[in-house]
């Protein structure tokens, strides 16, 4: 994700590797779940649930990030399309001339995948998209009865 910029609660977080002044007045989005749109059906409307648990999961659900999860979920629906359509009709065509053509559901299949992949990168649901985040472990309740006896 070079060329970037990364958000302060990132920088923060990765202890601000960079050593540069870190910006005190970014927005910081409410936290929160944000609503389904009403005109998601089927596959889209299942992965917005998935992804709403996995977002929860993670800490990293955002009212703001709504627009965002929508283009990931139309991508994952647009994917399932396209692939249903390749495995009735085939990776190939006849014309009614007798040419063999690729099916145009493989260029659509790619570009929703090359789509999918950039949401998955801005959402953090990639391996490599995780790997540049670190979040704090969260803290263990301390006992009543710890350090009395030191």
């Given at each position: ?18 050593r ?11 936290p ?77 299949k ?23 985040i670190?979040v704090?472990?969260?803290?263990k ?10």
């Open positions: 994700m070079s060329g970037r910029p990364k958000p302060t609660r990132l920088k923060v977080i990765e202890g601000n590797p960079g540069r002044p870190l910006n005190e007045r970014e927005p910081r989005p409410r929160g779940m944000p609503s389904c749109p009403r005109w998601f059906d089927g596959e889209a409307r299942t992965e917005w649930r998935w992804l709403i648990a996995e977002l929860k999961y993670m800490g990293l659900l955002t009212r703001a990030d709504r627009g965002i999860m929508i283009g990931y979920c139309i991508a994952v629906a647009d994917v399932r399309e396209a692939v249903e359509t390749l495995r009735t009709e085939g990776r190939t065509l006849k014309t009614t001339n007798g040419n063999v053509i690729q099916n145009p559901a493989v260029v659509r790619n570009r929703a995948l090359a789509l999918l992949r950039s949401y998955c990168a801005e959402l953090g649901l990639s391996p490599t998209s995780r790997a540049r670190s704090p472990l969260p803290e309740k301390r006992s009543a009865w710890e350090g009395l006896l030191a």
